[in-house]
């Protein structure tokens, strides 16, 4: 099973980076190139603990669909999504968030197997990782511009964020 690991140094506060990585909203913005959107579940404001997202979006130029659910949450420091149903075999992403400095480190540790056994296996090593890894890396990189900049403030209202 590949394990891809993110990390990136976000000048901002712990708590409004962990509420833009669960903002239902702040992720169709930053995976705008893929088209993704909340069609079913929590579609919009943040997601949490026990809650699920239906997401639909266009990857290797094929509609998908994929159905994710909160099963570990620690606001601010962690939660964890685990597919549901899905384009993957497994999918578990794990979101942690540690004080850096004055800001937050955030890392993205993305688990999956691929479907189809061992051609799923080969995709896996030919492609799909290093697909996964540009998502990854693109998303949290737009994340950070958010967190950094005012654009945070459209996706989340609440004084904590503010911190």
Do not use: C
């Not at 891809?4 to 976000?10: A, F």
């Not at 999504?81 to 578990?92: I, K, N, P, R, S």
Request: no cysteine; glycine share 6%; charged share 25%.
């Amino acid at each position: 099973m590949p394990l891809i690991t993110i990390e990136t140094l976000i000048n901002a506060p712990m708590e409004r980076v962990f509420d833009l990585a669960r903002s239902i909203d702040a992720h169709m913005a930053s995976t705008d190139g893929t088209e993704e959107r909340a069609v079913a579940g929590r579609t919009t404001g943040l997601i949490g603990r026990g809650e699920s997202v239906t997401w639909e979006a266009r990857h290797f130029g094929i509609r998908q669909r994929l159905t994710a659910h909160i099963t570990a949450f620690d606001r601010p420091h962690l939660f964890r999504d685990e597919m549901l149903t899905g384009a993957f075999a497994v999918m578990q992403h794990t979101h942690r968030f540690s004080a850096a400095g004055d800001g937050t480190l955030m890392v993205d540790e993305f688990a999956f197997t691929a479907p189809l056994g061992w051609i799923g296996r080969m995709a896996e090593r030919l492609f799909l990782t290093a697909y996964m890894r540009r998502f990854l890396t693109s998303r949290a990189s737009r994340l950070k511009d958010m967190a950094e900049s005012d654009k945070w403030r459209m996706y989340l209202n609440d004084a904590a964020a503010e911190k």
